[in-house]
Every structure is written in C-alpha cells, then in structure tokens.
C-alpha cells in the first residue's frame, strides 16, 4: 500500500550503478533508519565484507490492519461535499455513518476537509455480488507532510496520524578547486545547503583565514530526503565528506549514538561538533566567498576595533552561534543599531549588531539553540554598508571570534566502536569512489 512503503532509489555520480531498494516505513520513518535501509546496498556495491552491524531499528507505528487486502477508493473532495455525504454515495448504512463520522469529528482538524484535497476509503472487498461492502479505513491528507487515519479493528475506529513516506535518495559528489567552494560546489550540482554543512563541518578544523588553494579537492556523500508532490524543499544532510587541504586530509562522518542524536566525527572518532559555531552567517552567504579564490570571510573596515564584520546581503539570516538565553534584542544606541545580545554557557556572550531586523519570536529571556535564526543581516546604527558585527565576550571581556578556540569535543565510546568503524569503512569506501571531477 502506497503509505507503507518507501521508495528509496539513488544517484550516485560517478562509477557506482545504483539498486533502488524499498523499505517499509516501520523501518525508515526517522533519518538514521532510512540510511540503515541504503547501507546494505551501498555496502554491496562496494564490495566491502561485513554487514553493517546496525542496533535494531524501533517500530514507530503498525497499522492495526493491512489495508492492501482492500478495495481502495481515492476521492478529490469538491466543494459541497461532506464526509456523510460522501458516505452514502458508497453505501455505508446509516448506523455504520454515525460511527465513522463521530470518531473522524474528534480529530478532524477544520479546514482538513475541503475542496481539492483527497481522501482515500478502504472497503472490505467481496467474492459474492451479494456481500455487502464494509468501510474498514478512512484516509483524509492533513498537509503535505501528514495524513490522517481512522481503521476499524476490534476495538472500534481508531485514529493515528502518519508521516507520509519520504524518497531517501544518496548522492556523492566531488570536486577540485578551481575558483570557490561555492562555485565548484555547484558545477558539480551540489545545493547549497549541503556546502554550507560542509564548511560548517570543518570550520574547526581548517584555519579559514588561511585560503583554500586552487587544487584542494572536496568530496561528499550526502542524503536528500523529499516527498513526492510535495512543494517543500527537500532536507539535504551531509553523512560523509572528505577535504584535502595543502596535502592534509579532512573526514567527517554523521553518526547516531541514539536514535535522532547525531554528531559528525573524525576518522579516530572524535566528535567534530562544538559548543559553538564558528561563524554566524552561512559559509554560502559571505560575500566574499562570491568572487574571488577566498574563503577569507571578512571584511576589512574601521579597524581596529571590537568584533568581525561579515560583509552579506541585506536580509541574510543570522544564527546564533551557541545554545544560550537572549539578553538584549532590539535598537542600541551608540552606533550598534539593531542588535542581539546572548548570553551562552558560562563564562561566553555573543552580539550581533547593525540587524535589519529581529526574527520572529526573539526577545529578551529567549531560550535560543545554536544555529537558529535570530536575525537578519542589515546596515542599521552607525554602519557604512550591508555587514553584520559580530563579538565574542569570555568573562564580560572581548575575544577575538576569529582566533576563539570552541571547547569540547568528545571520544565515541568503546561499546560504539564497532558500529561505528563499520560504518566509517562503508563511507569512506564510497568517497574513495567518488571522483573530484
Ligand atoms: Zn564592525
């Protein structure tokens, strides 16, 4: 049935031919698991020994019943129409229409049904011309991600709410450096979302003051997941990436310790995330990675002076650089403009100055996760040009962002360690293959 399974087919540039598998959504509703169905395919294209010895995947729903042993009936509402209506029109007995139409009330929210939308009935099918049919399912589309599901078991209708299968498609991609990351990035057809993670991943590890060379080579293995028919962009997320840097080689690999809790780690399986991000603006959204072979990000004005200025298009989104609490969100006087002060972990602040405007939702006393949106990037208070200030304070004393060095980072632990090295082989095993065209 077409809410049951997912259908996971993959590009993959380069030398490897790709076997669309499917999986059922028990097994692949959350991210991790959906990769865990590839693996095994990835795996034997490869050609590396050892299944992936994967923890059990968790079963998030099971229908009651199997609606593929039923007749279905797709219906595209029109205006006029109800569900009681709608019923008669397939004969469901008026006793049988009261049942349906209570317990659907109770969790139809307004506005679930109307015009253009489809609903989907499972009817029992029947071997006699006389049998009558039995309304056994009702499907109503709650919104491009969700759909709403009432079945009939033996315990009466009951209601749940399923996340519409995702296509999980992994992707690798490859490239030398000839002008920008940026550019080379997307010749070889790599969205910028997945770029920005890229530079995220290593902005710990490479000195970013220190420019790419013409010749460095980046590659990635990268999982897009989307909805078919759906209008909303697809969640791209980098699961493997390697840069080599002056000859140095840089990996990084996502991995999940839990379910839904990932981190990227090194080759020796330390974890490359830390408390902070190094920069508050999107790699891809720095002006100065737009032209020219740098990935110098700043701009050089009015120094000396306390803070970084990014140079970036009126309207760019701000992140918070840092889990932490907002301070201060509003209009400073004294040059800063628009601003937002945050206060991090003991003994860190952060301020992000000359702000087009505040995000929604951001005020003084705001809890705030590292890389939200707070902001957007202006020319507001005593500024010369579209650019946003940005300071780092460690015990109420300015630090230069650019030279901080973030704490933490963390060992994968033992009991892991096979897991994850298995994974890793898979991964690195596909990025060799990859070609840096
Ligand atoms: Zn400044």
């Known amino acids: 049935m077409v809410f049951k399974l997912i259908a996971a087919t993959g590009t993959l540039f380069g030398v490897l031919t790709w076997v669309p598998v499917e999986v059922s959504a028990e097994q692949a509703s959350l991210a991790e698991e959906s ?44 205006s006029g129409d109800t569900l009681g209506n709608l019923f008669v029109r397939y004969g469901v007995s008026l006793q049988e229409r009261k049942l349906w139409l ?15 939308k489809e609903v989907q009935l499972y009817l029992t099918r029947v071997s006699s011309p006389k049998a009558k049919e039995q309304l056994k399912a009702v499907e109503v589309e709650q919104n491009e991600d969700s759909i709403l599901t009432w079945e009939k078991g033996t315990k009466g209708i009951v209601f749940s709410k399923r996340e519409k299968p995702y296509d ?35 902005s710990w590890e490479i000195d970013f003051d220190r420019e790419i060379q013409k010749g460095d080579t980046f590659k990635v293995l990268y999982e897009d997941r989307s909805r078919k028919g759906s209008k909303n962009t697809p969640s791209l997320k980098i699961l493997a ?52 072979s740098r990935f110098h990000p700043i701009l050089k004005v009015d120094r000396p002076h306390y803070g970084v200025d990014f140079a970036a298009r009126l309207g760019t989104p701000v992140r918070v650089v840092a889990d932490g609490k907002i301070l201060f969100a509003g209009w400073r006087k004294g040059g800063y403009g628009r601003m937002i002060e ?40 005593r500024s010369t040009g579209s650019h946003l200030h940005f300071e780092i304070y460690q015990n109420r004393e300015y630090i230069d962002p650019l030279n901080f060095e973030s704490p933490a980072e963390h060992q ?19 990025l060799a293959a990859t070609p840096a065209s």
Do not use: C, W
């Not at 590839?38 to 995947?57: E, F, H, I, Q, R």
């Not at 090194?266 to 902070?276: H, M, Q, V």
């Not at 033992?414 to 890793?424: D, G, I, M, S, Y």
């Open 35 to 78: 990769v865990d169905g590839l693996l095994p395919t990835l795996k034997g294209a490869v050609g590396k020994p050892g299944a992936p010895n994967l923890p059990p995947l968790e079963q998030d729903f099971s229908p009651p019943e199997d609606l593929k042993a039923l007749k279905r009936i797709s219906y595209k509402i029109r």
């Open 168 to 202: 999980v498609a992994l992707k690798t991609a490859g490239s030398v450096v000839e002008t920008t990351l940026v550019e080379d990035g997307a010749r070889v057809g790599l969205n910028q979302t997945v770029l920005s993670q890229l530079a995220d991943l290593f």
């Open 342 to 381: 945050v206060e991090h972990e003991s003994p860190y602040s952060s301020r992000y100055a000359h702000l087009q405007r505040v995000a929604k939702g951001i005020r003084s006393g705001s809890p705030v996760k590292k890389g939200q949106i707070i902001g957007y990037v202006g020319s507001s208070g």
């Open 102 to 116: 209570q317990a659907i009330q109770k969790h139809l929210p307004l506005g679930a049904f109307r015009p253009g």
């Open 412 to 430: 994968i632990e033992p009991a892991l360690l096979k897991v994850f090295e298995n994974r890793k082989q898979l991964f690195t095993a596909e």
């Open 241 to 292: 990436a390697e840069l080599v840097s002056a000859g140095q080689r840089y990996f990084a690999m996502y991995f999940e310790k839990e379910k839904g809790k990932g981190d990227y780690y090194d080759l020796n399986g330390r974890t490359l995330a830390r408390a902070f991000l190094r920069f508050p603006l999107e790699f891809t959204n720095i002006s100065s990675t737009f032209s020219h």
